[in-house]
């Protein structure tokens, strides 16, 4: 339960690498074919036979995947999307890529996730869309944002980037929508250095989503004389990156698992003390969070001695909007405000061990207590 040393560093996240990596992506430069193609292919099979899609398609980030998304319904300028304001701003981002309107929404207390209540009186002539963010792996509340969503026939996009594998009813996140993306981006579940995927089980909207990463083919090209019925971009995942994405997911229920005991560790230690407060996962039911993540009264005072005792953490997010893009007043925020002051991820890199964690509970009761 103790730390050999306080030398050790207690990483907040690190990517885990295998030896599978090395020999997959060696297997690629051998066959000299780096681009997107054949092994690329192989990563969208897994993606959508784990998360249960019929169809998957392998992008260059979360991100891209997200305005890729957009892009498929056609959303842009004069359009408005609902987003949350607590989410990595490449969730805001995404949609103005497209020309149209981030239209930020609070979010709930107890979930860190966009509010329902509160998507509604956001709704006008202009919405497409809402994207909602599962936050730290924490499904949104998607019974409540899809009636809403049907009600004003409204298009969903699952922010999924930090939910790969997480369920909810025994059903992935990524597939309440008509579109889910995730992002492969070192700190998430799998990486592939940069990366993402969209999953869908539309045939209509896969056929636009793989035009739209390849300059509007429907298959892949030669480059040379291949016809482009549609507009379309690069943003094509290569076969080095994905050789690397099917090493990770060799033992993906592992990682799965491994986090979800991490949480079921932190919980069963801090159980009781005030001044932390765990967001909650339904682990039993298969929710899985990608960092675990707490509401701490004096955050300031756990992070001095997280500091002091080589222990990495990782505060939130500063609310879409603080941020200069986005800005707008506190009094239209106010929990997302609040809680943006409060909220940190706990170490969960899935190098660390269960007697790590239980080290880390230790050193957080001897500040909170
Ligand atoms: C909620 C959320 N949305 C979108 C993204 C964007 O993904 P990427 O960094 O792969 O572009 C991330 C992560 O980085 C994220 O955490």
């Not at 699952?158 to 993306?181: H, L, P, V, W």
């Not at 019925?229 to 491994?258: C, H, S, W």
């Not at 009094?331 to 239980?358: N, Y």
Request: proline share 4%; aromatic share 8%.
């Amino acid at each position: 339960m103790n730390r050999v040393s306080k030398a050790t560093k207690i990483d907040w996240w690190q990517p885990i690498i295998g030896l599978s990596e090395y020999d997959l992506t060696h297997e690629v430069l051998k066959s000299g074919f780096l681009n997107d193609g054949k092994v690329t292919e192989q990563l969208e099979k897994a993606v959508a036979d784990l998360i249960g899609t019929k169809y998957a398609v392998a992008v260059t980030s979360g991100t891209a995947a997200l305005y890729l998304a957009l892009k498929a319904f056609d959303i842009g300028p004069g359009d408005e999307v609902i987003v949350p304001d607590t989410t990595f701003i490449a969730t805001a981002n995404a949609v103005v890529m497209t020309g149209a309107t981030a239209r930020l929404v609070d979010i709930e207390k107890d979930t860190l996730n966009i509010d329902p209540q509160k998507i509604q009186s956001a709704i006008n002539k202009k919405t497409k869309a809402i994207i909602p963010v599962h936050v730290s792996g924490r499904l949104a509340d998607m019974k409540a944002i899809m009636k809403i969503a049907q009600e004003h026939k409204l298009v969903v996009i699952e922010d999924a980037a930090e939910a790969f594998g997480s369920k909810k009813d025994n059903r992935s996140a990524g597939t309440y929508g008509q579109i889910g993306c995730f992002s492969f981006s070192p700190n998430k579940t799998i990486t592939t250095g940069q990366g993402g995927m969209i999953v869908t089980d539309d045939p209509d909207l896969h056929g636009k989503l793989r035009q739209l990463k390849d300059q509007g083919r429907p298959y892949r090209g030669t480059g040379g004389d291949d016809l482009h019925p549609a507009i379309g971009y690069n943003f094509k995942l290569t076969n080095l990156q994905a050789a690397v994405g099917i090493g990770q997911m060799q033992d993906i229920e592992g990682r799965l698992k491994k986090l979800r005991s991490f949480y079921d560790t932190y919980k069963h230690e801090l159980n009781g003390l005030s001044g932390i407060k765990l967001f909650p996962f339904n682990t039993a039911a298969g929710e899985t969070p990608q960092w675990v993540d707490s509401f701490v009264h004096d955050r300031d005072a756990l992070t001095k001695h997280f500091d002091a005792n080589n222990i990495g953490y990782r505060r939130f997010w500063h609310p879409l909007h603080r941020q200069d893009p986005y800005r707008l007043p506190d009094s239209d925020f106010p929990i997302a405000s609040h809680s943006s002051e409060h909220a940190l991820w706990l170490p969960s890199s899935l190098l660390l061990t269960e007697d790590d964690i239980k080290g880390v509970c230790k050193e957080i009761k001897s500040v909170l207590s």
